[in-house]
């Protein structure tokens, strides 16, 4: 397996790999999406609200905000062996403010520093004059099996790696391809008097530069064991932590299916 990577930013991960079939890249795909577990604003106890907005809503969109997560501190809660909740397993964060403002995802102020909102922007309320909110909520780790809030990525996707084939002996460059091509892949070399691929990667293999082309010089096609995979997440976690711990996982599901086809238990 060979894995080259395009693109690494703070929270979008692009690379390819080479040498896996579909089922492998596709399960991959899954546990980055809905098995690495995150950390969500899950129990919330208000105090007081005079903001016109119904405690449950309030609840709802406190649930939503993304938050840094520590993988190595933290453990489930339905791993924990406390009876409520403990540092190991949870974190709390107080929300209080008095109109008229808006209070932001910056003002949910946490028990932990390195557990806090991803961003300080997110509106959450707003109070009018003489309004006031006061609560405490209660942030677990989950998982996004259970609700979309534990989902660690925004985007978790992948598709084919593209190849394109032009045969020199029946292309006229007439430039059809060249124009049709909606992601300008294609180019022409006028020095050569000849198409050229300038942007593979970014074919979406939709194929209107075969259409196109009445001379059937250009052929696109998929390599068959080549993916580019891209992962973004929501600050949560970095891809790269995504991708470690997906990986971490499907090869403790693969050690199971071993053990158990070995007659272990």
């Known amino acids: ?33 809905v098995e690495v577990p995150t950390l969500a604003i899950e129990t919330v106890e208000i105090l007081k609200n005079d903001a016109r907005i119904f405690d449950e809503a309030l609840a709802h969109r406190l649930g939503l905000v993304p938050l840094t997560t520590d993988l190595e501190s933290m453990i489930l809660a339905e791993d924990c ?4 909740h403990c540092p190991r397993c949870s974190v709390s964060l107080i929300l209080e403010g008095k109109g008229p403002k808006t209070l ?13 909102p ?24 989950g998982l996004g099996t259970k609700h979309a809030k534990w989902q660690p990525t925004t985007s978790s996707a992948y598709k084919h790696y593209p190849e394109i084939i032009i ?6 460059a007439c430039l059809d391809c060249v124009k049709g ?8 070399d006028e020095k050569n008097n000849q198409i050229t691929v300038v942007d593979l990667e970014n074919c979406s293999m939709c194929r209107t530069c075969m259409k196109d082309c009445q001379n059937e010089a250009i052929t696109v096609e998929i ?17 790269t932590e995504v991708l470690t711990r997906a990986c971490d996982i499907l090869s403790e599901k693969a050690d199971k299916i071993v053990t158990f086809s070995e007659g272990g238990s």
């Open 181 to 188: 091509c909606p992601r300008n892949v294609l180019e022409y």
């Open 81 to 84: 062996d406390c009876e409520g």
């Open 118 to 141: 991803v961003l300080d922007t997110i509106p959450l309320v707003k109070l009018k004059d003489g309004d006031e909110v006061e609560l405490e909520a209660i942030a677990q780790l």
């Open 223 to 239: 390599v068959e064991d080549k993916f580019i995979f891209r992962i973004e997440t929501d600050g949560s976690l970095s891809p």
């Open 167 to 172: 045969d020199p002996d029946k292309c006229e």
């Open 1 to 33: 397996m060979e894995i080259e990577i395009k693109n690494r930013e703070n929270d979008l991960l692009v690379f390819t790999v080479e040498g896996l079939d579909v089922s492998m890249v596709n399960a991959l795909r899954r546990i980055c999406m």
């Open 104 to 116: 932001y995802s910056g003002d949910l102020k946490s028990q932990d520093t390195n557990l806090k």
